[in-house]
Protein backbone atom coordinates (compact mmCIF):
# COMPACT_ATOMS: atom_id res chain seq x y z
CA UNK A 1 0.00 0.00 0.00
CA UNK A 2 1.20 3.12 -0.79
CA UNK A 3 0.48 6.46 1.76
CA UNK A 4 1.01 9.76 0.26
CA UNK A 5 -0.26 12.89 1.69
CA UNK A 6 -0.45 16.48 -0.37
CA UNK A 7 0.64 19.47 1.80
CA UNK A 8 0.13 22.85 0.73
CA UNK A 9 -1.22 26.56 1.65
CA UNK A 10 -5.16 26.64 1.44
CA UNK A 11 -6.60 27.92 -1.40
CA UNK A 12 -3.64 26.82 -3.71
CA UNK A 13 -5.62 24.45 -5.69
CA UNK A 14 -4.68 21.12 -3.38
CA UNK A 15 -8.22 19.42 -3.46
CA UNK A 16 -8.45 19.83 -7.04
CA UNK A 17 -5.26 18.15 -7.42
CA UNK A 18 -5.60 15.09 -4.88
CA UNK A 19 -9.08 14.68 -6.16
CA UNK A 20 -8.31 14.50 -10.15
CA UNK A 21 -5.08 12.56 -8.79
CA UNK A 22 -7.28 10.21 -7.20
CA UNK A 23 -9.29 10.03 -10.07
CA UNK A 24 -6.08 9.06 -12.07
CA UNK A 25 -5.08 6.70 -9.59
CA UNK A 26 -8.25 4.31 -9.96
CA UNK A 27 -8.04 4.78 -13.22
CA UNK A 28 -5.53 2.72 -13.45
CA UNK A 29 -7.19 0.34 -11.64
CA UNK A 30 -6.08 0.54 -8.04
CA UNK A 31 -8.40 1.10 -5.12
CA UNK A 32 -7.61 4.49 -3.89
CA UNK A 33 -8.69 6.15 -0.56
CA UNK A 34 -8.87 9.97 0.02
CA UNK A 35 -8.48 11.62 2.91
CA UNK A 36 -9.17 15.33 3.51
CA UNK A 37 -7.91 16.95 6.15
CA UNK A 38 -9.01 20.09 6.37
CA UNK A 39 -12.01 21.32 8.47
CA UNK A 40 -13.50 22.97 5.39
CA UNK A 41 -14.55 19.52 4.29
CA UNK A 42 -14.31 19.67 -0.14
CA UNK A 43 -11.40 17.92 -0.47
CA UNK A 44 -13.11 14.63 -2.25
CA UNK A 45 -16.87 17.18 -3.39
CA UNK A 46 -15.71 16.94 -7.06
CA UNK A 47 -15.31 13.20 -6.54
CA UNK A 48 -18.32 12.93 -4.74
CA UNK A 49 -20.27 15.18 -7.49
CA UNK A 50 -20.76 17.78 -5.40
CA UNK A 51 -22.37 16.51 -2.44
CA UNK A 52 -20.94 17.55 0.92
CA UNK A 53 -20.20 13.65 2.76
CA UNK A 54 -21.00 13.55 6.73
CA UNK A 55 -17.75 14.18 8.03
CA UNK A 56 -16.05 11.78 10.98
CA UNK A 57 -15.91 15.02 13.48
CA UNK A 58 -19.68 15.45 12.64
CA UNK A 59 -20.44 11.58 13.96
CA UNK A 60 -17.68 12.10 16.57
CA UNK A 61 -19.92 15.55 17.88
CA UNK A 62 -23.31 13.55 17.65
CA UNK A 63 -22.03 11.04 19.91
CA UNK A 64 -21.96 8.30 17.45
CA UNK A 65 -18.52 7.51 17.61
CA UNK A 66 -18.82 4.35 20.35
CA UNK A 67 -21.48 2.65 17.55
CA UNK A 68 -19.68 4.12 14.39
CA UNK A 69 -19.66 1.82 11.53
CA UNK A 70 -17.28 2.61 7.99
CA UNK A 71 -20.02 3.34 6.05
CA UNK A 72 -21.38 6.25 7.92
CA UNK A 73 -17.76 7.76 7.15
CA UNK A 74 -16.06 6.72 4.11
CA UNK A 75 -18.16 6.99 0.56
CA UNK A 76 -17.41 5.63 -2.75
CA UNK A 77 -17.38 8.44 -5.16
CA UNK A 78 -16.01 8.59 -8.60
CA UNK A 79 -14.09 5.25 -9.87
CA UNK A 80 -14.73 3.91 -6.80
CA UNK A 81 -12.59 5.96 -4.86
CA UNK A 82 -13.01 6.13 -1.64
CA UNK A 83 -13.85 9.65 0.20
CA UNK A 84 -13.68 10.38 4.02
CA UNK A 85 -13.43 13.93 5.65
CA UNK A 86 -12.55 14.72 8.61
CA UNK A 87 -14.35 18.11 8.88
CA UNK A 88 -13.97 19.86 12.44
CA UNK A 89 -14.70 22.06 14.74
CA UNK A 90 -16.74 25.71 14.25
CA UNK A 91 -14.53 28.54 13.43
CA UNK A 92 -12.86 30.01 16.46
CA UNK A 93 -13.97 27.41 18.97
CA UNK A 94 -12.00 24.19 20.00
CA UNK A 95 -8.88 22.49 18.09
CA UNK A 96 -8.81 21.53 14.47
CA UNK A 97 -5.68 19.59 14.96
CA UNK A 98 -6.70 17.10 18.02
CA UNK A 99 -10.13 16.84 15.43
CA UNK A 100 -7.13 15.59 12.58
CA UNK A 101 -5.61 13.27 15.54
CA UNK A 102 -9.11 11.78 16.57
CA UNK A 103 -10.07 10.82 13.13
CA UNK A 104 -7.32 8.73 12.06
CA UNK A 105 -7.44 7.07 15.68
CA UNK A 106 -11.19 6.36 14.25
CA UNK A 107 -10.48 5.39 10.92
CA UNK A 108 -7.33 3.02 11.98
CA UNK A 109 -10.16 1.72 14.81
CA UNK A 110 -12.72 0.82 11.97
CA UNK A 111 -10.09 -0.64 9.73
CA UNK A 112 -10.41 1.77 7.19
CA UNK A 113 -7.33 2.63 6.09
CA UNK A 114 -6.88 0.24 3.61
CA UNK A 115 -6.41 0.27 -0.45
CA UNK A 116 -3.21 0.48 -2.89
CA UNK A 117 -3.30 3.82 -2.02
CA UNK A 118 -4.17 6.68 0.22
CA UNK A 119 -3.89 9.85 -0.59
CA UNK A 120 -4.04 12.41 2.31
CA UNK A 121 -5.13 16.11 1.30
CA UNK A 122 -3.65 18.51 4.35
CA UNK A 123 -4.18 22.04 4.97
CA UNK A 124 -0.78 22.90 5.24
CA UNK A 125 -0.99 26.65 6.70
CA UNK A 126 -1.33 25.13 10.05
CA UNK A 127 1.48 22.80 11.03
CA UNK A 128 1.02 22.33 14.46
CA UNK A 129 0.66 18.42 16.04
CA UNK A 130 -2.51 17.72 14.58
CA UNK A 131 -2.44 18.59 10.95
CA UNK A 132 1.25 16.97 10.81
CA UNK A 133 -0.36 14.23 11.68
CA UNK A 134 -0.41 12.13 8.44
CA UNK A 135 3.19 12.33 8.54
CA UNK A 136 3.70 10.59 11.68
CA UNK A 137 3.32 7.25 13.19
CA UNK A 138 3.28 5.54 10.05
CA UNK A 139 0.49 7.52 7.97
CA UNK A 140 1.77 9.09 4.91
CA UNK A 141 5.19 8.10 4.17
CA UNK A 142 5.73 10.07 1.08
CA UNK A 143 4.53 13.80 0.98
CA UNK A 144 4.10 16.35 -1.76
CA UNK A 145 4.36 19.96 -1.54
CA UNK A 146 1.76 21.49 -3.72
CA UNK A 147 2.61 25.51 -4.12
CA UNK A 148 2.17 27.59 -6.66
CA UNK A 149 4.91 30.19 -7.66
CA UNK A 150 3.38 32.65 -4.93
CA UNK A 151 5.43 33.93 -2.05
CA UNK A 152 2.99 32.79 0.23
CA UNK A 153 2.23 29.23 -1.15
CA UNK A 154 6.12 28.87 -1.17
CA UNK A 155 5.99 29.81 2.33
CA UNK A 156 3.80 27.40 3.40
CA UNK A 157 5.64 24.49 1.62
CA UNK A 158 9.03 25.64 3.06
CA UNK A 159 7.46 25.58 6.78
CA UNK A 160 6.04 21.86 5.69
CA UNK A 161 9.41 20.74 4.80
CA UNK A 162 10.77 21.97 8.45
CA UNK A 163 8.10 19.54 9.55
CA UNK A 164 8.99 16.92 8.00
CA UNK A 165 12.89 17.80 8.40
CA UNK A 166 11.74 17.50 12.01
CA UNK A 167 9.64 14.67 11.95
CA UNK A 168 12.76 12.34 9.57
CA UNK A 169 14.59 12.75 12.57
CA UNK A 170 12.45 11.02 14.98
CA UNK A 171 13.29 7.46 15.56
CA UNK A 172 9.94 5.51 13.93
CA UNK A 173 9.37 8.18 11.55
CA UNK A 174 9.34 6.94 7.85
CA UNK A 175 7.65 10.47 6.87
CA UNK A 176 10.02 11.59 3.70
CA UNK A 177 9.60 14.54 1.25
CA UNK A 178 8.84 12.67 -2.53
CA UNK A 179 9.05 16.33 -4.66
CA UNK A 180 7.06 19.25 -5.52
CA UNK A 181 3.87 19.44 -7.41
CA UNK A 182 3.70 22.82 -9.06
CA UNK A 183 0.39 24.27 -9.31
CA UNK A 184 0.21 26.95 -11.57
CA UNK A 185 -1.38 29.95 -10.67
CA UNK A 186 -0.46 32.16 -13.81
CA UNK A 187 2.44 33.95 -13.13
CA UNK A 188 5.01 34.37 -15.64
CA UNK A 189 8.57 32.31 -14.99
CA UNK A 190 6.25 30.10 -12.42
CA UNK A 191 7.33 26.73 -13.48
CA UNK A 192 11.35 27.92 -13.33
CA UNK A 193 10.64 29.27 -10.05
CA UNK A 194 8.90 26.66 -8.18
CA UNK A 195 11.40 24.05 -10.14
CA UNK A 196 14.15 26.53 -8.71
CA UNK A 197 12.61 26.24 -5.07
CA UNK A 198 12.38 22.50 -5.47
CA UNK A 199 16.20 22.39 -6.19
CA UNK A 200 17.20 24.24 -2.98
CA UNK A 201 15.25 22.45 -0.54
CA UNK A 202 16.80 18.82 -2.12
CA UNK A 203 14.16 17.87 -3.92
CA UNK A 204 12.87 18.09 -7.00
CA UNK A 205 9.64 19.36 -9.11
CA UNK A 206 7.46 15.94 -10.18
CA UNK A 207 5.57 18.17 -11.90
CA UNK A 208 4.36 21.15 -13.39
CA UNK A 209 0.31 21.32 -13.77
CA UNK A 210 -0.63 24.73 -15.74
CA UNK A 211 -3.29 26.57 -15.08
CA UNK A 212 -6.16 25.65 -17.37
CA UNK A 213 -9.50 27.02 -17.87
CA UNK A 214 -11.02 23.33 -18.31
CA UNK A 215 -10.49 23.13 -14.21
CA UNK A 216 -12.94 25.46 -13.07
CA UNK A 217 -15.33 24.88 -15.81
CA UNK A 218 -15.01 21.06 -14.43
CA UNK A 219 -15.87 22.35 -11.06
CA UNK A 220 -18.90 24.08 -12.34
CA UNK A 221 -20.00 20.61 -12.79
CA UNK A 222 -19.38 19.05 -9.86
CA UNK A 223 -16.87 16.89 -11.34
CA UNK A 224 -12.69 16.08 -11.54
CA UNK A 225 -11.16 16.82 -14.70
CA UNK A 226 -10.76 13.57 -15.61
CA UNK A 227 -14.34 12.83 -15.21
CA UNK A 228 -15.40 15.70 -17.36
CA UNK A 229 -13.31 16.62 -19.18
CA UNK A 230 -11.29 13.15 -19.86
CA UNK A 231 -9.46 13.65 -23.18
CA UNK A 232 -8.12 17.09 -22.16
CA UNK A 233 -4.66 17.81 -22.22
CA UNK A 234 -5.00 18.53 -18.22
CA UNK A 235 -6.43 15.49 -17.48
CA UNK A 236 -3.28 13.95 -19.12
CA UNK A 237 -1.41 16.26 -16.77
CA UNK A 238 -3.33 14.47 -13.86
CA UNK A 239 -2.99 11.19 -15.66
CA UNK A 240 1.28 12.15 -15.87
CA UNK A 241 1.15 13.03 -12.18
CA UNK A 242 -0.52 9.55 -11.19
CA UNK A 243 1.97 7.51 -12.78
CA UNK A 244 5.41 9.55 -11.96
CA UNK A 245 3.42 8.85 -7.98
CA UNK A 246 2.79 5.45 -8.61
CA UNK A 247 6.72 4.89 -10.02
CA UNK A 248 8.61 7.48 -7.69
CA UNK A 249 11.25 5.71 -5.51
CA UNK A 250 12.69 9.17 -4.57
CA UNK A 251 12.55 10.06 -1.12
CA UNK A 252 14.35 12.20 0.94
CA UNK A 253 15.15 14.26 3.98
CA UNK A 254 14.66 18.14 2.56
CA UNK A 255 16.45 21.20 3.45
CA UNK A 256 14.34 24.34 4.27
CA UNK A 257 14.91 27.80 3.59
CA UNK A 258 15.31 30.59 5.79
CA UNK A 259 12.86 33.17 5.18
CA UNK A 260 15.37 35.81 4.03
CA UNK A 261 16.71 32.94 0.87
CA UNK A 262 13.13 32.25 0.33
CA UNK A 263 12.54 35.77 -0.48
CA UNK A 264 15.99 36.30 -2.59
CA UNK A 265 14.56 33.20 -4.45
CA UNK A 266 11.28 34.93 -5.15
CA UNK A 267 13.15 38.11 -6.03
CA UNK A 268 15.58 36.12 -8.95
CA UNK A 269 12.30 35.16 -10.88
CA UNK A 270 10.51 38.49 -10.21
CA UNK A 271 9.46 39.65 -14.03
CA UNK A 272 11.13 42.24 -15.58
CA UNK B 1 3.08 32.35 28.62
CA UNK B 2 3.95 30.79 31.80
CA UNK B 3 7.03 31.80 33.30
CA UNK B 4 7.94 29.28 36.41
CA UNK B 5 11.55 28.86 37.00
CA UNK B 6 11.52 25.85 38.37
CA UNK B 7 10.74 23.14 36.02
CA UNK B 8 12.81 20.45 38.56
CA UNK B 9 10.84 21.67 41.51
CA UNK B 10 7.80 19.48 43.07
CA UNK B 11 7.01 21.86 45.65
CA UNK B 12 3.49 22.83 45.34
CA UNK B 13 4.39 26.09 45.46
CA UNK B 14 5.64 26.35 41.96
CA UNK B 15 2.68 23.19 40.81
CA UNK B 16 -0.48 24.42 38.70
CA UNK B 17 -2.21 27.67 38.91
CA UNK B 18 -5.35 25.43 39.98
CA UNK B 19 -4.02 23.84 43.09
CA UNK B 20 -3.46 27.09 44.37
CA UNK B 21 -6.67 28.45 43.36
CA UNK B 22 -8.76 24.96 44.77
CA UNK B 23 -6.98 25.31 47.85
CA UNK B 24 -8.73 29.26 48.61
CA UNK B 25 -12.17 28.31 46.64
CA UNK B 26 -12.58 25.06 48.95
CA UNK B 27 -12.45 26.75 51.92
CA UNK B 28 -15.86 28.38 51.09
CA UNK B 29 -17.85 25.92 53.40
CA UNK B 30 -21.28 26.64 51.02
CA UNK B 31 -19.68 27.37 47.70
CA UNK B 32 -18.78 24.52 44.96
CA UNK B 33 -15.54 24.67 42.95
CA UNK B 34 -16.14 24.18 39.40
CA UNK B 35 -12.94 22.92 37.21
CA UNK B 36 -13.24 23.41 34.08
CA UNK B 37 -11.58 20.62 32.32
CA UNK B 38 -10.31 16.56 32.36
CA UNK B 39 -11.50 14.88 34.92
CA UNK B 40 -8.16 14.16 35.72
CA UNK B 41 -7.47 17.76 36.76
CA UNK B 42 -9.79 18.15 39.26
CA UNK B 43 -9.41 14.15 40.23
CA UNK B 44 -5.77 15.25 41.34
CA UNK B 45 -6.00 18.50 42.85
CA UNK B 46 -8.99 16.72 44.71
CA UNK B 47 -6.23 13.79 45.61
CA UNK B 48 -3.76 16.24 46.78
CA UNK B 49 -6.07 18.69 48.85
CA UNK B 50 -7.53 15.68 50.18
CA UNK B 51 -4.48 13.73 51.78
CA UNK B 52 -2.68 17.36 52.48
CA UNK B 53 -5.82 17.98 54.92
CA UNK B 54 -5.96 14.16 56.07
CA UNK B 55 -2.49 15.04 57.12
CA UNK B 56 -3.91 17.52 59.65
CA UNK B 57 -6.34 15.12 60.69
CA UNK B 58 -9.04 17.44 58.89
CA UNK B 59 -11.34 15.12 57.26
CA UNK B 60 -12.80 17.67 54.78
CA UNK B 61 -15.01 17.22 51.98
CA UNK B 62 -14.04 18.83 49.04
CA UNK B 63 -16.84 20.52 46.94
CA UNK B 64 -15.29 20.23 43.57
CA UNK B 65 -16.90 19.36 40.49
CA UNK B 66 -15.26 18.67 37.19
CA UNK B 67 -17.01 19.42 33.79
CA UNK B 68 -15.44 16.46 32.59
CA UNK B 69 -14.30 17.54 29.35
CA UNK B 70 -13.74 14.94 26.87
CA UNK B 71 -11.86 14.38 23.62
CA UNK B 72 -15.30 15.87 21.97
CA UNK B 73 -15.35 18.75 23.47
CA UNK B 74 -11.58 19.64 23.00
CA UNK B 75 -12.23 19.38 19.66
CA UNK B 76 -15.34 21.12 19.41
CA UNK B 77 -15.09 23.34 22.34
CA UNK B 78 -15.85 22.81 26.21
CA UNK B 79 -18.55 25.92 26.75
CA UNK B 80 -21.49 23.10 26.25
CA UNK B 81 -19.90 21.05 29.14
CA UNK B 82 -18.90 23.95 32.03
CA UNK B 83 -22.49 25.04 30.89
CA UNK B 84 -23.63 21.12 31.61
CA UNK B 85 -21.47 21.71 35.11
CA UNK B 86 -22.83 24.92 36.48
CA UNK B 87 -26.48 24.06 35.80
CA UNK B 88 -25.88 20.51 38.08
CA UNK B 89 -23.79 23.04 40.49
CA UNK B 90 -26.42 25.32 40.70
CA UNK B 91 -29.16 22.42 41.09
CA UNK B 92 -27.35 21.62 44.57
CA UNK B 93 -28.14 24.77 45.52
CA UNK B 94 -24.42 26.73 46.60
CA UNK B 95 -24.59 30.41 47.81
CA UNK B 96 -21.47 30.78 45.35
CA UNK B 97 -19.73 28.52 42.28
CA UNK B 98 -15.70 29.28 41.51
CA UNK B 99 -14.70 28.42 38.33
CA UNK B 100 -11.57 27.50 37.40
CA UNK B 101 -10.07 26.66 34.08
CA UNK B 102 -7.36 23.96 32.95
CA UNK B 103 -5.05 24.54 30.27
CA UNK B 104 -6.94 22.34 27.72
CA UNK B 105 -9.21 24.94 28.13
CA UNK B 106 -7.06 27.95 27.41
CA UNK B 107 -6.00 26.32 24.12
CA UNK B 108 -9.22 25.55 22.90
CA UNK B 109 -10.04 29.26 23.57
CA UNK B 110 -13.24 28.55 25.71
CA UNK B 111 -15.01 31.61 26.34
CA UNK B 112 -15.51 30.68 30.40
CA UNK B 113 -16.33 34.76 31.59
CA UNK B 114 -19.31 34.52 28.91
CA UNK B 115 -20.77 31.50 29.92
CA UNK B 116 -20.37 32.27 33.93
CA UNK B 117 -22.04 35.53 32.62
CA UNK B 118 -25.63 33.67 31.56
CA UNK B 119 -27.24 34.73 34.90
CA UNK B 120 -26.98 31.05 37.43
CA UNK B 121 -29.38 32.64 40.18
CA UNK B 122 -26.42 32.58 42.02
CA UNK B 123 -23.07 34.19 41.95
CA UNK B 124 -20.76 32.50 39.44
CA UNK B 125 -17.20 34.01 39.78
CA UNK B 126 -14.14 32.52 37.22
CA UNK B 127 -11.03 32.61 38.48
CA UNK B 128 -8.30 33.32 36.09
CA UNK B 129 -5.50 30.49 36.13
CA UNK B 130 -5.80 28.00 32.83
CA UNK B 131 -3.85 25.29 34.47
CA UNK B 132 0.21 25.39 34.37
CA UNK B 133 -0.37 28.04 31.40
CA UNK B 134 -1.23 30.60 34.21
CA UNK B 135 1.63 30.39 36.25
CA UNK B 136 1.64 28.50 39.79
CA UNK B 137 0.22 27.59 43.09
CA UNK B 138 1.27 31.20 44.41
CA UNK B 139 -0.47 32.89 40.79
CA UNK B 140 -3.47 30.63 41.23
CA UNK B 141 -4.13 31.33 45.34
CA UNK B 142 -3.69 35.42 44.11
CA UNK B 143 -6.27 34.99 41.46
CA UNK B 144 -8.51 33.29 43.35
CA UNK B 145 -8.10 36.17 46.43
CA UNK B 146 -8.63 38.79 44.08
CA UNK B 147 -11.66 37.21 42.01
CA UNK B 148 -13.47 36.54 45.31
CA UNK B 149 -12.78 39.70 46.63
CA UNK B 150 -14.02 41.51 43.62
CA UNK B 151 -17.42 39.77 44.64
CA UNK B 152 -17.82 39.01 48.07
CA UNK B 153 -20.81 38.61 49.52
CA UNK B 154 -22.69 38.98 45.94
CA UNK B 155 -26.19 38.04 46.43
CA UNK B 156 -26.20 38.18 50.12
CA UNK B 157 -29.41 39.48 51.45
CA UNK B 158 -30.47 42.54 49.66
CA UNK B 159 -28.01 44.96 48.31
CA UNK B 160 -25.90 44.09 51.13
CA UNK B 161 -22.40 43.84 50.53
CA UNK B 162 -22.46 43.68 46.86
CA UNK B 163 -18.43 44.33 46.11
CA UNK B 164 -18.24 46.91 47.99
CA UNK B 165 -17.12 50.49 46.80
CA UNK B 166 -15.07 52.67 49.26
CA UNK B 167 -15.94 54.28 52.13
CA UNK B 168 -17.80 52.52 55.21
CA UNK B 169 -14.52 51.70 57.37
CA UNK B 170 -16.44 50.06 60.33
CA UNK B 171 -15.71 46.64 60.05
CA UNK B 172 -12.18 44.92 61.74
CA UNK B 173 -9.45 43.55 60.62
CA UNK B 174 -8.81 40.69 57.85
CA UNK B 175 -6.45 38.10 57.22
CA UNK B 176 -5.80 37.37 54.18
CA UNK B 177 -4.47 34.40 51.70
CA UNK B 178 -4.12 32.35 54.93
CA UNK B 179 -1.97 28.95 53.77
CA UNK B 180 -4.78 26.32 54.24
CA UNK B 181 -2.37 23.57 53.35
CA UNK B 182 0.24 24.66 55.77
CA UNK B 183 0.63 22.33 58.94
CA UNK B 184 0.84 25.41 61.23
CA UNK B 185 -2.21 27.38 60.15
CA UNK B 186 -3.98 27.06 63.00
CA UNK B 187 -1.15 27.90 65.18
CA UNK B 188 -0.16 31.00 62.96
CA UNK B 189 -3.94 32.15 63.77
CA UNK B 190 -3.60 31.75 67.12
CA UNK B 191 -0.46 33.63 67.32
CA UNK B 192 -1.37 36.83 64.95
CA UNK B 193 -4.97 36.35 67.44
CA UNK B 194 -2.33 36.86 70.15
CA UNK B 195 -0.31 39.80 69.00
CA UNK B 196 -3.62 41.87 67.62
CA UNK B 197 -4.99 41.22 71.55
CA UNK B 198 -2.39 43.03 73.27
CA UNK B 199 -3.60 45.87 70.71
CA UNK B 200 -6.89 45.46 71.80
CA UNK B 201 -7.71 44.30 68.43
CA UNK B 202 -8.87 40.78 66.89
CA UNK B 203 -9.57 39.13 63.68
CA UNK B 204 -13.05 39.80 62.19
CA UNK B 205 -12.71 37.84 59.10
CA UNK B 206 -10.29 35.16 57.95
CA UNK B 207 -10.26 35.65 53.78
CA UNK B 208 -10.22 32.39 52.91
CA UNK B 209 -10.20 29.63 55.57
CA UNK B 210 -13.58 27.43 56.52
CA UNK B 211 -15.94 30.54 56.07
CA UNK B 212 -19.24 31.14 54.72
CA UNK B 213 -19.82 33.17 51.53
CA UNK B 214 -22.29 35.67 53.35
CA UNK B 215 -19.36 35.81 56.02
CA UNK B 216 -17.17 37.24 53.09
CA UNK B 217 -19.17 40.22 52.40
CA UNK B 218 -17.48 41.69 55.81
CA UNK B 219 -14.29 42.37 53.57
CA UNK B 220 -14.93 45.55 51.99
CA UNK B 221 -15.94 47.12 55.58
CA UNK B 222 -12.44 45.92 56.52
CA UNK B 223 -10.29 48.71 58.67
CA UNK B 224 -6.84 46.72 58.43
CA UNK B 225 -6.00 43.88 55.90
CA UNK B 226 -2.93 41.38 56.74
CA UNK B 227 -1.43 39.12 54.25
CA UNK B 228 -0.23 36.10 54.93
CA UNK B 229 3.46 36.85 53.28
CA UNK B 230 4.65 39.46 50.73
CA UNK B 231 3.78 36.99 47.77
CA UNK B 232 0.07 38.42 48.31
CA UNK B 233 1.01 42.51 47.89
CA UNK B 234 -0.99 42.17 44.71
CA UNK B 235 -4.03 41.25 46.36
CA UNK B 236 -3.17 43.48 49.20
CA UNK B 237 -2.82 46.60 46.46
CA UNK B 238 -5.98 45.18 44.63
CA UNK B 239 -7.88 45.55 47.64
CA UNK B 240 -6.60 48.66 48.56
CA UNK B 241 -7.46 50.28 45.40
CA UNK B 242 -11.47 48.84 45.27
CA UNK B 243 -12.13 49.43 49.01
CA UNK B 244 -9.58 51.57 50.22
CA UNK B 245 -8.36 49.14 52.88
CA UNK B 246 -4.82 49.92 54.15
CA UNK B 247 -2.55 46.72 54.64
CA UNK B 248 0.19 44.96 55.89
CA UNK B 249 2.12 42.88 53.95
CA UNK B 250 3.15 39.72 56.07
CA UNK B 251 2.27 38.09 58.58
CA UNK B 252 4.99 38.81 61.83
CA UNK B 253 8.18 37.04 61.96
CA UNK B 254 11.32 36.78 63.55
CA UNK B 255 12.33 38.67 66.91
CA UNK B 256 11.82 42.43 65.26
CA UNK B 257 9.74 41.41 62.68
CA UNK B 258 7.29 40.72 65.06
CA UNK B 259 7.48 44.40 66.96
CA UNK B 260 7.66 45.45 63.68
CA UNK B 261 4.14 44.10 62.90
CA UNK B 262 2.74 45.61 66.34
CA UNK B 263 3.84 49.22 65.40
CA UNK B 264 2.73 49.02 61.97
CA UNK B 265 -0.51 47.77 62.79
CA UNK B 266 -1.27 49.93 66.02
CA UNK B 267 -0.35 52.78 63.50
CA UNK B 268 -3.00 52.07 60.74
CA UNK B 269 -5.87 51.14 63.72
CA UNK B 270 -4.83 54.43 65.45
CA UNK B 271 -3.91 52.34 68.72
CA UNK B 272 -0.26 53.67 71.54
CA UNK B 273 1.55 50.18 71.08
CA UNK B 274 3.82 51.17 73.46
CA UNK B 275 2.46 48.71 76.33
CA UNK B 276 2.23 46.11 73.76
CA UNK B 277 5.49 46.35 72.77
CA UNK B 278 6.63 46.62 76.08
CA UNK B 279 5.00 43.10 76.92
CA UNK B 280 5.79 41.19 73.31
CA UNK B 281 9.72 41.94 74.18
CA UNK B 282 9.39 41.03 77.56
CA UNK B 283 7.84 37.52 76.32
CA UNK B 284 10.62 37.55 73.51
CA UNK B 285 13.05 37.70 76.47
CA UNK B 286 11.86 34.95 78.21
CA UNK B 287 11.42 32.37 75.46
CA UNK B 288 15.07 32.98 74.20
CA UNK B 289 15.84 32.54 77.80
CA UNK B 290 14.58 28.99 77.77
CA UNK B 291 17.38 28.48 74.98
CA UNK B 292 20.32 29.33 76.66
CA UNK B 293 21.76 25.79 76.55
CA UNK B 294 21.98 26.65 72.97
CA UNK B 295 24.44 29.46 73.42
CA UNK B 296 27.81 29.09 71.97
CA UNK B 297 26.75 26.19 69.76
CA UNK B 298 28.90 26.36 66.17
CA UNK B 299 25.59 25.67 63.67
CA UNK B 300 25.12 26.60 59.42
CA UNK B 301 21.88 27.13 57.91
CA UNK B 302 20.08 24.76 55.03
CA UNK B 303 17.54 26.60 53.38
CA UNK B 304 15.78 25.45 50.19
CA UNK B 305 16.96 26.59 47.46
CA UNK B 306 16.02 30.43 46.96
CA UNK B 307 15.03 31.09 50.72
CA UNK B 308 15.27 34.73 51.72
CA UNK B 309 15.92 33.91 55.12
CA UNK B 310 19.30 35.86 55.24
CA UNK B 311 18.10 38.86 58.18
CA UNK B 312 16.11 36.43 60.40
CA UNK B 313 18.46 33.84 60.81
CA UNK B 314 21.32 36.43 61.53
CA UNK B 315 19.11 38.12 64.12
CA UNK B 316 17.95 34.70 66.20
CA UNK B 317 21.83 33.46 65.75
CA UNK B 318 22.96 36.35 67.21
CA UNK B 319 20.39 36.90 70.04
CA UNK B 320 20.97 33.14 71.09
CA UNK B 321 24.68 33.41 71.38
CA UNK B 322 24.46 30.45 68.17
CA UNK B 323 27.97 30.40 66.09
CA UNK B 324 26.96 30.55 62.23
CA UNK B 325 30.19 28.90 59.82
CA UNK B 326 30.72 26.21 57.53
CA UNK B 327 31.39 23.73 60.00
CA UNK B 328 28.46 24.21 62.42
CA UNK B 329 25.94 21.75 62.20
CA UNK B 330 23.20 22.21 59.85
CA UNK B 331 19.97 23.53 61.25
CA UNK B 332 16.37 22.93 59.11
CA UNK B 333 14.64 26.36 58.09
CA UNK B 334 10.99 25.99 57.21
CA UNK B 335 9.45 27.32 54.56
CA UNK B 336 7.51 29.48 55.23
CA UNK B 337 9.42 30.62 58.23
CA UNK B 338 8.01 30.63 61.49
CA UNK B 339 5.19 33.61 62.24
CA UNK B 340 5.17 35.46 65.58
CA UNK B 341 7.38 34.26 68.58
CA UNK B 342 5.20 31.35 69.44
CA UNK B 343 6.66 30.29 65.74
CA UNK B 344 10.20 30.51 66.75
CA UNK B 345 9.64 29.11 69.85
CA UNK B 346 8.59 25.72 68.22
CA UNK B 347 11.42 26.11 65.59
CA UNK B 348 13.97 26.72 68.49
CA UNK B 349 12.48 23.31 69.77
CA UNK B 350 13.74 21.47 66.81
CA UNK B 351 16.89 23.28 66.71
CA UNK B 352 17.18 22.46 70.21
CA UNK B 353 16.17 18.44 69.00
CA UNK B 354 18.86 18.67 66.31
CA UNK B 355 21.93 19.84 68.30
CA UNK B 356 21.31 17.85 71.39
CA UNK B 357 20.47 15.00 69.48
Known sequence: ???????????????????????????????????????????????????????????????????????????????????VEAGGPEPGVGCAGRGIIATFQLLERLNSLTGDVIVYDVLGDVVCGGFAMPMREGYAEEVYLVTSGELMSLYAANNICKAIARLAGRARSRCRLAGVIGNGAGQAGEEALVRAFADRIHSRLVIFIPRNPVVQRAEIHRMTVIEYAPDSAQAGVYRQLAKSIVENRELGIPTPLSMDDLESLAMEFLPA | MTSNPLPWSSSRLEGCTLSGALSVTTEVTDGISVVHGPAGCSQHNASLLHATLLGEDIPHLLRILSSDLDEAGVIFGGEGALAAALGEATSRGPSAIFVLSTCVVQTIGDDVEGVCGRGWGVPVIPVPGSGFLGGGFQDGMRNALIAIGERAGEGKGKGKGEGGGRGNRDGGITLIGEKNLEADVEENFAEVS???????????????????????????????????????????????????????????????????????????????????????????????????????????????????????TRELASSLGLVPGEEGIPLPLPTPLPVGTAGLVRLLHRWRRVLHA
Not at chain 2, 223 to 234: G, Q, T, V, Y
Not at chain 2, 248 to 265: N, Q, T, Y
Request: aromatic share 6%.
Open chain 2, 194 to 312: RLLALLGERPALRFIRGISWDSLAGLPAGRLNILREPELRPVGEAFAARFGTPFLDSFPVGLSGSLRFLREAAGVLGADPSRALGEERGRQEEALARFDDLRGERIRFSPTPGHAAGPF
Open chain 1, 1 to 83: MKQIALYGKGGIGKSTTAANLSAALAEMGLSVLQIGCDPKRDSTRMLMHGSWIPTVLDQVREGREASLTPDQVVYRGFGEVRC
